[in-house]
């Protein structure tokens, strides 16, 4: 079952009809991408001096109250040398995923990439002492996947005046606007001057952040790179798109720039413990669904310390990633279609097409499509041959008659070719 929920923080810049700015037309048309949850939290991978820690793998350091002198000695340990960023980024390639976006810090304040303002980084406190992001963005430069950066703004559990330890520190004695102004804006600059292109900026769990201050992050990554979106987790009803709830699906169509992250499993760092992966067909269903009410799908992985992508998200996304190849002309570039709120079917669409998502493949092969019109012919996108398929009105309804097995167990695509497109 798809899990609905209507609670998406539209923003200024996202208001319904205004999905207007042309910066953001690649990633209207991207539809899917990659997100990775990788730091420190990866060696506890949820179990604490022999003690499961219940809840997402990410948060151990909080949810088990560990101590900043305890947590950082991780890093000691961090040595993820079966990281490969050429695999990476081909795996998002070979899944259909146009985007990557990759915590560059968490809430525990581990900074995975080179950073002047702190040695608690990923160079400098690891055996490791390498930058996975700048290997990163040298492959997806390669590849033709865009990079984007998630990044902690509010929550910063390692320093002493961030947002969230106050099991270490006196929340009252924090000077929260000084580590915004000198700390998070050095390290925002850092991240969008050092690696190239980034498609965007990630910024999560807003919380205490003032509005002037989310704005005048937004306008720092504006300034550093005109074309950088910013999610709107960076507070405040900001940002150029905006973010559903952690694996939250509309119930009906949305317009305005809108994104669902999501997990394979119910982790986003990785968890030794948690192996409740969603099926590859729940997956696509999500990826459809959310698609056909205009949104995208931001696919969590979260890979063990050694750098390596649990085979279970592996195997998953290479099975989207076939279905996609067949029937990526009903998800890249589309907008929501016609047929919304029926259980059976999704519809996507673009000028002089509308693709038929059947989930349900009707007893017989005969579909009963209402709200469509104007309809000249109908096949299977998976037919390369485009046979065509009987089509008749009845009442108001149209009929398609097709195959009485489901083409595809998972989604079967019957494309519908409306005026002149034939
Ligand atoms: C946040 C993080 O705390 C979490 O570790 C992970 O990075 C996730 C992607 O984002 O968690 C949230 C943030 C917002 C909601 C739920 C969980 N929300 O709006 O429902």
């Given at each position: 079952m798809i899990q609905r929920d209507d609670s998406i923080a539209l923003g200024r810049g996202q208001r319904p009809g205004a999905r207007q700015d042309p910066r953001l037309d690649w990633w209207r048309d991207a539809k899917f991408g990659l997100f990775i949850h990788w730091g420190l939290y990866a060696i506890p991978a949820g179990v604490w001096k022999g003690t499961p820690i219940p809840g997402i793998g990410e948060w151990i350091m909080r949810f088990a109250r560990i101590p900043v002198a305890e947590y950082e000695k991780l890093a000691e340990q961090f040595n993820p040398v079966a990281f490969n960023a050429a695999e990476w980024v081909s795996l998002a390639r070979r899944a259909g995923q146009k985007y990557i976006v990759i915590t560059s810090k968490h809430h525990d304040g581990f900074c995975m990439f080179q950073t002047?303002?702190?040695?608690?980084?990923i160079v400098d406190a690891t055996p490791f002492g390498r930058d996975p992001l700048k290997e990163l963005a040298a492959e997806c430069q390669k590849q033709g996947i865009k990079l984007g950066f998630y990044y902690?703004?509010?929550?910063?559990?390692?320093?002493?005046?961030?947002?969230?330890?106050?099991w270490d520190f006196d929340e009252t004695k924090k000077d929260f606007d000084g580590y915004i102004e000198h700390y998070v804006k050095a390290q925002v600059r850092e991240l969008l001057t050092n690696y190239g292109p980034i498609c965007l900026i990630w910024f999560?769990?807003?919380?205490?952040?003032?509005p002037e201050q989310s704005a005048s992050l937004v306008e720092l990554c504006h300034t550093l790179q005109p074309d950088c979106l910013v999610c709107g987790r960076v507070g405040n009803e900001l940002g150029d798109y905006a973010s559903a709830g952690d694996n939250k699906i509309p119930r009906t169509a949305v317009d305005a720039d809108w994104e669902t992250p999501a997990t394979?499993?119910?982790?986003w760092g990785y968890k030794q413990d948690d192996h409740n992966w969603k099926s590859t067909s729940d997956l696509l269903h999500k990826l459809v669904d959310i698609v056909s009410k205009g949104g995208n799908y931001l696919l969590n992985v979260g890979p063990t310390a050694e750098g390596i992508i649990p085979q279970p998200s592996v195997e998953r996304l290479l099975a989207m990633g076939e279905w996609l190849a067949v029937n990526g002309e009903a998800i890249y570039g589309t907008r929501p279609g016609?047929?919304?709120?029926?259980?059976?079917c999704r519809s996507t669409a673009r000028p002089g097409k509308l693709y038929v998502h059947v989930f349900d493949w009707p007893r017989g092969g005969e579909l009963r499509l209402s709200g469509v019109n104007g309809v000249t012919g109908a096949y299977l996108l998976s037919d390369p041959a485009r046979t065509p398929l009987r089509v008749a009105q009845s009442g108001a309804d149209l009929l398609v008659f097709g195959p009485t097995q489901a083409p595809d167990p998972i989604d079967s695509v019957v494309v519908l070719t409306r005026g002149s497109a034939a």
């Open positions: 002047a303002q702190t040695r608690y980084n902690s703004q509010t929550q910063d559990w390692h320093h002493p005046d961030g947002h969230g330890n106050d999560d769990t807003p919380m205490i952040i003032r394979i499993n119910d982790t016609p047929i919304q709120g029926v259980e059976w």
